[in-house]
């Protein structure tokens, strides 16, 4: 017997069920990623029941999957016209539950809900095209609903409704909105058992040969990855997918496609077109001759910038299920920053913010940044990745509108690291990647992010957040080392954000503070 999980999986790699099935244990355990997908999933389904009403079912689950769909079925007759949970079935050897089963006549509509916000339009407001794997899900538990002996009329996806504001209070009537799919399921549930037929083959079989490639990650991150990577033909040493961005990769499939090339070294400087050429060009040019590349004339724009300078980074935490008034659902909200202060050059100080109290940390990261960046004194804010510090930035004012001269000064300060490093250098070991975390072991290879344990991403840092303020269970030992560990991390940030600067400039290293 299949569940409806497994049959997504072979939807998105008929490998990723093989693996699920016969190599479950090379699954990476604690990866943060997927904790904090569980963590969202089980919230939204906490306040998707609630919408229910107090007198729904919630069939209890058996070891065997058929004795739980039998007693599933006897309850479902016993209470009709009431609302059922995670209704569990079986049909042709597969297995589903569904989220709910609303009654309306002599019919259920079948409720499928996700941790996303509603599809919308341009205009924010027409519902736009669902995603595809969400129909497939819905598309399973309806045939395996109707192969059940279960009457279904309407089936609706049930989605986070990203322009509500949570007011407060415990009222999250608003949080949802449903997107009525009916037409897409009745076409689409009749390819199930050609997806069934299939997946049972792949599971009869050997090991699927496939490469990796877009769908490992998409619909869903696959744990696997890593595993199915080794297995992966050897390829070119600098295949032409370096090339970075959305038109780097689409130019590189267009000059493999039509061209035969696999290798960046292999076009030529002629044919690596479009806006970013020159960066495409140099990123050839050191490959082909496995050197960095620096246009040395950025140091005059780095060293143009006046005193004081302020290194800046925020961490931030976005719930599908807002927990303080004001916020939509999956809005980022700020609880945490750094900033390395140079007040001149090569002496620096530094400040930080850290809110664990579980409370709104909006109003207490808006005064803190006052009192360290000084709204007068005109110093660049430098940040690497703009758009996300301007959107934390622009979110504070949004929400407290008090302070949006204030905010909006810190905005037009902002001086983006990464465009100076994308239009200027580039390194063989970047490997076509302009992340901070790429470009400091190439510049500053002492200051490794390998050594900060379980924080080494912004990932990493919202579930360390997570545990530090809502996990009952943790002991306050484990809460204090969450909380060194969050600070460490982002002082890290700002101090690399330090290290690009200098190394723009031409000023040598910078003298790491005591500590870092």
């Known amino acids: 017997m299949l569940t409806k999980s497994e049959l997504q999986s072979h939807l998105q790699c008929a490998r990723k069920l093989w693996l699920e099935r016969h190599k479950p244990e090379l699954v990476a355990k604690d990866d943060p990623g997927t904790y904090r997908r569980a963590v969202d999933g089980n919230i939204v389904a906490e306040k998707a029941r609630e919408q229910l009403g107090a007198g729904f079912i919630w069939p209890p689950s058996k070891d065997g999957k058929k ?29 589903a539950r569904a989220d709910a089963l609303i009654p309306g006549g002599d019919q259920y509509a079948l409720r499928e809900t996700k941790a996303s916000n509603f599809p919308l339009k341009n205009d924010k407001i027409t519902p736009g095209m669902p995603k595809q794997h969400h129909l497939e899900d819905l598309a399973i538990q309806a045939w395996v609903m109707t192969g059940s002996g279960l009457s279904i009329g309407r089936v609706e996806l049930n989605l986070l409704n990203g322009r509500w504001r949570y007011p407060g209070g415990g009222d999250y009537a608003g949080l949802f909105r449903q997107l009525d799919v009916t037409g897409e399921i009745n076409v689409l549930k009749n390819k199930v058992p050609g997806w069934l037929d299939d997946a049972k083959q792949t599971l009869n079989g050997e090991m699927p040969k496939t490469q990796t490639g877009k769908h490992c990650s998409d619909p869903y991150e696959c744990p696997f990855q890593d595993h199915c990577k080794k297995l992966d033909p050897a390829g070119p040493e600098h295949p032409i997918e370096l090339l970075p961005d959305n038109a780097g990769k689409q130019l590189a499939k267009k000059l493999r496609a039509t061209k035969g090339y696999s290798s960046v070294l292999e076009p030529q400087p002629e044919e690596l077109i479009g806006a970013q050429s020159g960066l495409y060009r140099r990123i050839q040019e050191s490959h082909r001759t496995g050197r960095a590349i620096l246009d040395v004339s950025v140091a005059e724009i780095v060293k143009a910038f006046p005193y004081p300078r302020y290194y800046f980074d925020f961490e931030g935490i976005d719930f599908p299920v807002p927990r303080w008034a004001g916020v939509r659902p999956y809005e980022h909200v700020t609880f945490q920053w750094s900033c390395h202060v140079e007040r001149t050059p090569d002496v620096f100080e530094h400040y930080e913010f850290l809110d664990l109290s579980g409370n709104d940390p909006s109003l207490p990261c808006i005064q803190r940044i006052r009192e360290v960046i000084d709204q007068n004194d005109g110093g660049p804010i430098f940040v690497y990745y703009a758009p996300y510090e301007k959107a934390r930035l622009q979110g504070l004012a949004d929400r407290h509108p008090a302070y949006e001269l204030l905010l909006a000064g810190y905005v037009n300060r902002l001086v983006d690291l990464l465009p100076l490093i994308k239009g200027n250098y580039y390194h063989p070991r970047m490997q076509g990647s302009f992340s901070i975390k790429k470009v400091i072991p190439t510049i500053a290879p002492d200051l490794s992010y390998d050594e900060l344990g379980e924080i080494q991403d912004g990932t990493a840092a919202q579930v360390a957040y997570l545990h530090a303020v809502f996990d009952a269970e943790a002991a306050p030992q484990r809460k204090s080392e969450l909380e060194d560990n969050l600070r460490k991390y982002c002082r890290q940030d700002t101090w690399a954000m330090v290290e690009v600067a200098y190394f723009l400039s031409q000023a040598g290293r910078p003298r790491r503070p005591e500590g870092m």
């Open 67 to 95: 004795e739980a769909a039998v007693a599933a079925k006897d309850l479902l007759r016993q209470s009709p016209g009431v609302a059922a949970a995670e209704v569990p079935m079986v049909f042709g050897e597969l297995y």
